[in-house]
């Protein structure tokens, strides 16, 4: 199946997801992790006018720029809301259980380079990274108020080889409201490139992880799916680092979830080459086991 393009964003592993999924005619389908509507889209064409898709997203700009460049069927109901809340955000609209949830951790190519909140190492905007814009503190802040020590930890968990001199000059740089461009030079002046690699890359993602709670939303993201699921549903994990794909793989081992995959599934050369954002994606794929 090939995957609708949005605002040049391509969703990842669309073929991969729908093969596990099945036959989604007349299902109830969850994609807790909206976007640009990539995935919702090829939803609401699987279910059919008896099916029903719901898809939720923590950043309202995302949605609108959704709806402006596609218009949703009306089998879709669009919704702004963080995917950890999923449970109780689809219980205040009475839906009781879904068949399929999806959740694509990754940030669209919109948020990256249009969104003007610091994602990318270029943009002259201020180092903010938030999704969601009611989140209480932007991404310099945590790079002012970290210390040091504390800085270092987080480069070191996503695997920074030069946490120590990265931490240091970031503690000694960051005073105050700073640009992603300004922030990615500094790392730069202490760093080495590593092959295509900016130096500045494992900053980036640490300092995203902890402005939106990754991690955290991920696992009581996780428990929320296994609540709305009905028996035998199946949620599909698409991550982009380590840590994401630690949290599902470790999800999947727990009472009450059985592994469709023994391994995460990488796109394919040619997903990759038409699409090179695409090369860090890994799917895994979780069901519900029913209690007979």
Known sequence: MTAPSNLGHEPVLVSEIMEHFGDLTGKVVLDATFGLGGHTRVFAKSVGVNGRVIALEADPESIAHAK???????????????????????????????DRILMDLGISSWQLEHSGRGFSFND??????????????????????????????????????????????????????????????????????????????????AL?????????????????????LACNGIVA?????????????????TSGWKALTKKPIVPPDAEITRNPRARSARLRVIQKECIS
């Not at 089998?75 to 879904?98: A, C, E, P, R, Y």
């Not at 000694?172 to 760093?191: D, K, M, N, T």
């Open 124 to 205: 002259p905007e201020v180092l903010d990274m938030r999704v969601d814009p009611n989140l209480p503190h932007p991404a310099w802040w945590y790079a002012k108020t970290l210390g040091e020590k504390n800085l270092r930890r987080a480069l070191e968990r996503v695997g920074e080889r030069y946490a120590p001199r990265i931490s240091s000059a970031v503690s000694g740089f960051v005073r105050g409201p700073v640009s992603a461009q300004a922030l990615a030079g500094e790392v730069g002046r202490v760093a080495p490139q590593r092959g295509k690699l900016h130096p500045a890359t494992k900053l980036f993602l």
């Open 68 to 98: 402006a460049q596609h218009e949703f069927p009306e089998n879709v109901m669009i919704l702004n809301g963080n995917f950890q809340d999923l449970s109780q955000i689809l219980s205040s609209h009475g839906i009781k259980s879904v």
């Open 237 to 253: 994990v698409v991550s982009f680092h380590s840590l994401e794909d630690r949290i599902v793989k470790l999800a999947s081992r």
């Open 208 to 228: 995203r992880l902890l402005t939106n709670n990754e991690e955290p939303n991920l696992e009581t993201a996780l428990e929320g799916a296994h609540k709305v």
